[in-house]
């Protein structure tokens, strides 16, 4: 890279301004009254930007891999206004997320129905990010060969992440703390339909269509290696909650004290003893200090640490013996897969 080109976050954030407008247009043309207009803008703007753009950048990153080439200007653009949808997508899952936990802060600012007059206006707000997406798949992709399978992945991953929410939330209620209702099994489900469809088969599918190859053998392939790619990579958020160095990950864990039906919680359950399933019991979903060091020290006294880097090396094998298998005989390439874990893999943050 040359002192002179952007960053790639920086590249890729330079697209939004022109996608925001065509939102906006679009809103315009409803004589929307001018200060609500900028209501949609703000909402656009907080609850959009500011994050890491892992999974909207994945794109126009996957159309190179499978290009094997550097993008035009054109593509590029083209590419990242998909990556932006999927932002989008995440903002409205964000937003609403919000809500249900009671949440306080989101990238380190007020969670935006906290936010000065904002409150339950939220969640039409959530709505109408939710709507962005297929504002722009219809003013940018009509055209393309793909549009409707487009449209349907979208509406397909969207109904995916919110199967997951829903078992979260009945599994897992912040306010009643019930360690019986957790198990293995639905923990499982939660993390590969709220997570992994999303942020990891969603970008590799899209990048397929968006080049015309989303064959009914390169999405299996996809779906095969990315899925587990992303439950892996829930797990390891699981495992830097509790063990991670707070500086470095930039933020201080609390799934112990939100009753989170993590990972750590339900290896713990299924090796405790009847005594330390009681300091379990006890001590799990409390909001104090005390009770989480209890929760803590359990852990360390299973020895959940090593338990989880011994998955991790068997996981990580498992997966990149996937990758070498893989058949790239109609387009879909290796790199795609081993970029995805280069990135992940070992993860501190």
């Known amino acids: 890279m040359t ?131 297929y504002l722009l798949l219809k003013q940018y992709f009509k055209d393309h060969p793909a549009y409707i399978d487009m449209v349907e992945l979208f509406h397909e991953v969207t109904f995916q992440t919110e199967l997951g ?24 489900f939660i993390v590969i339909y709220k997570t992994a469809y999303y942020s990891f088969y969603l970008p590799v599918a899209l990048a397929l269509q968006f080049q015309n190859i989303a064959t009914p053998k390169n999405l299996k392939q996809a779906e095969n290696i990315l899925i587990p790619m992303g439950e892996y990579f829930q797990i390891q958020d699981d495992y830097l909650d509790n063990f991670g160095d707070p500086e470095h990950i930039g933020k201080v864990g609390t799934d112990i004290k939100d009753n989170k039906c993590s990972w750590l919680v339900n290896q713990a359950l299924k090796i405790a003893t009847p005594e330390q399933l009681q300091v379990l019991q006890k001590h799990y979903g409390r909001k104090n200090d005390n009770d989480e060091a209890a929760v803590k020290k359990l852990y360390n006294e299973l020895g959940l640490e090593k338990i989880y880097l011994q998955y991790e090396e068997s996981r990580v094998g498992e997966i990149k013996k996937m990758i070498e298998g893989l058949d790239e005989s109609e387009g879909l390439k290796k790199s795609v897969f081993e970029t995805f874990l280069k990135k992940i893999y070992k993860r501190s943050k």
């Open 165 to 188: 929410q829903l078992c979260d939330l009945l599994t897992a209620p912040e306010d009643h703390v019930n360690l019986d209702n957790f198990s293995l099994e639905k923990y499982t």
């Open 3 to 133: 002192g002179t080109e952007p960053t790639p976050l920086a590249k890729f954030e330079a697209v939004f301004p022109t996608l925001e407008q065509e939102v906006l247009n679009h809103a315009k043309k409803y004589k929307l009254p001018q200060e609500y207009l900028e209501w949609f803008k703000k909402s656009l703007e907080i609850n959009t930007l500011g994050g890491k753009c892992n999974r909207g950048m994945s794109v126009p990153d996957s159309v190179g891999l499978l290009l094997e080439r550097d993008l035009t200007e054109k593509e590029y653009f083209q590419a990242s206004v998909l990556g932006w949808m999927i932002e989008l997508l995440q903002a409205f899952f964000l937003v609403s997320d919000d809500i249900m936990d009671g949440s306080i802060t989101r990238r380190g600012k007020p969670c935006w129905y906290r936010q000065n007059g904002v409150g339950m206006v939220a969640i039409n707000d959530a709505f109408m990010l939710e709507s962005a997406i």
